[in-house]
């Protein structure tokens, strides 16, 4: 399970694209990411060329409106340690076949690791639909490993039962279409 985590961090800090530049908190957002950690900066200045190309498609959120809730519940859980919360916002297939105990023991496990990497805020920049049932929301995600603080985009695939989104974990996760 720990492995599994570490990989789908991983994977997704290598798939997202790098940037440099200052970042600008989204408009109406009391001048904080979506999801921040209170004790990081705002003024992080980044080592890739294109982030100043790179900005929060506003429409395109607003119509997105409920997914992107759900996105900014289920980051803003994990930031908190609030295992619970993002659990509930797991697929009901992804929780039948991964128990609660085991899911908080993942993240505790990865906590204690010598390389651990920790998320500072997750920020939605654009959501992209699938199809019928499935949507990509692509963000941005600042976190810490070993004393550096980075910057990458990533994609985050949400799956709509009903009127309710929820967040694809692991084996769940399809190939990102482009």
Not at 28 to 40: E, L, R
Not at 88 to 111: P, Q
């Amino acid at each position: 399970m720990l492995r599994l985590a570490v990989v789908m961090i991983m994977t997704v800090l290598l798939v997202g694209s790098a940037f440099s530049a200052e970042t600008k908190p989204a408009a109406g957002s009391g001048g904080k990411p979506a999801v921040h950690d209170d004790k990081a900066k705002d003024d992080i200045h980044f080592d890739i060329k294109k982030a100043a190309q790179v900005q929060p498609d506003k429409e395109n959120l607003e119509k997105n409106k409920d997914v992107v809730k759900a996105y900014n519940d289920y980051w803003k859980a994990l930031v908190a340690k609030d295992y619970k919360k993002a659990y509930a916002l797991e697929t009901a297939d992804y929780r039948k076949k991964v128990s609660y105990d085991a899911y908080v023991t993942k993240f505790k496990e990865s906590e204690k690791a010598k390389n651990r990497l920790i998320i500072k805020f997750v920020q939605p920049i654009e959501v992209k639909k699938q199809n019928e049932k499935e949507v990509i929301v692509r963000g941005f995600l600042r976190y810490k490993l070993n004393e550096i603080d980075s910057i990458k985009t990533f994609d985050d695939r949400w799956s709509k039962n009903g009127d309710v989104y929820s967040h694809l974990q692991g084996e769940e996760k399809k190939e990102v279409v482009k």
